[in-house]
């Protein structure tokens, strides 16, 4: 088997999937050969996510869904077994994020982080269960690196996360029995994306942001996807339950010092 059959015969799920991260793994998963359903709120984009990946010679279910709308997300579950059969593989992905102190945010704006990013992630989680393949089946959330670590102006972002990533845990526990593996990646800055477009909104913050991680840059789509592909296939068939930092050195902390440049002691 070629490696762009590795994931021929599965079935993948994305929620959140017509722009950004979520898409690149859709893209990716399709050219290793998987059946994709894609879901987003705006069926505009969602059409034009799906065209994408057909033109790639991919095969792909776009279907507009709330991740908010429990029935709206199991529908699309019902949807996309009939088409493509049990789901192998599940990516909970819808987020949404901004800058704002606690002090000066409404009530509604940090409700409205919470339902799509926690709530969200556990409607697709749960809706997805009675239609997953058992055993064999591997979730994953799209965590940040807010779910561990506070930050200024992200109250919102880092509680929505933080109960992403003990949500994860939970559901691996509870569901390792049917076979089922549950786990989070956590990306750092990753290129063209449009959180970082909102929370790095001038060249001094984005410059700003680089210098104080220690490989120096801001990752890819294709780094992200390629961590999911590990936890999604059989090389990570005994792992649950865990976070994946895939975000250069983020979770490590301040690394602006020039180590390097730091004569050594005699």
């Known amino acids: ?19 950004g ?7 990716h998963f399709a050219r290793l050969g998987a059946r994709v359903a894609l879901i987003s709120r705006s069926a505009e984009r969602i059409a034009k996510a799906a065209a994408g990946i057909v033109d790639a010679g991919g095969q792909v279910l776009g279907i507009a869904a709330d991740v908010r709308d429990f029935s709206a997300v199991d529908s699309a579950f019902a949807q996309t077994r009939d088409a493509f059969g ?22 509604n704006a940090f409700k409205t982080v919470v339902d799509i990013d926690l709530i969200g992630t556990f409607n697709v989680f749960r809706a997805s269960f009675p239609y997953l393949r058992k055993p064999g089946a591997s979730l994953i959330a799209i965590t940040a690196p807010q779910g561990a670590r506070p930050e200024m102006f992200q109250a919102h972002a880092c509680a929505a996360k933080a109960g992403v990533n003990m949500l994860t ?18 990306p750092g800055p990753i290129d063209g994306t449009e959180g970082m477009a909102r929370l790095t909104a001038t060249p001094e913050l984005e410059a700003a942001l680089r210098g104080k991680l220690a490989l120096r840059r801001y990752g890819t789509r294709q780094e992200i996807a390629d961590c999911i592909e590990y936890l999604a296939g059989d090389g990570a068939r005994y792992i649950t339950g865990a976070i994946l930092d895939c975000d250069g050195g983020m979770m490590l902390g301040d690394a602006s010092a020039d180590a390097l440049a730091v004569p050594e002691r005699a």
């Open 1 to 19: 088997m070629t490696r762009s059959e590795t994931f021929a015969g599965r079935t993948l799920f994305v929620a959140g999937g017509s722009s």
């Open 86 to 107: 049990e789901i192998d593989i599940v990516i909970s992905g819808a987020a949404g994020n901004f800058l704002a102190p606690a002090a000066g945010m409404s009530s």
């Open 169 to 186: 845990k939970c559901l691996a526990m509870e569901w390792g029995p049917a076979g089922v593996r549950v786990n989070a990646v956590s």
């Open 21 to 27: 991260i979520n898409l690149g793994v859709a893209e």
